[in-house]
């Protein structure tokens, strides 16, 4: 009746290596290495991350504090 599928083509000098989904571990050493692991990048690289989110921050208020008093009525600009 033919052959089944996965079976309909002989593959030669190829060398193929699988595992059951069953005998899988999906999360092994996900809290003794993983997690430590995390923690330890994210406190080598907190010092490049925080002041440029920082300096976003203080520009991202400035610009808005200044955008809502420049809308208001009767605003002139700066008189030199």
Known sequence: MGKNFGELYKMRHIITY???PLEQRAFAGYFSKGFPNL?????????RIVPQVVIGYVIYSWATNENHRSIRKGFEGEVE
């Not at 923690?39 to 010092?47: D, T």
């Open 18 to 20: 699988s595992i059951s």
């Open 39 to 47: 923690l330890r990048r994210m406190k080598n690289r907190v010092f």
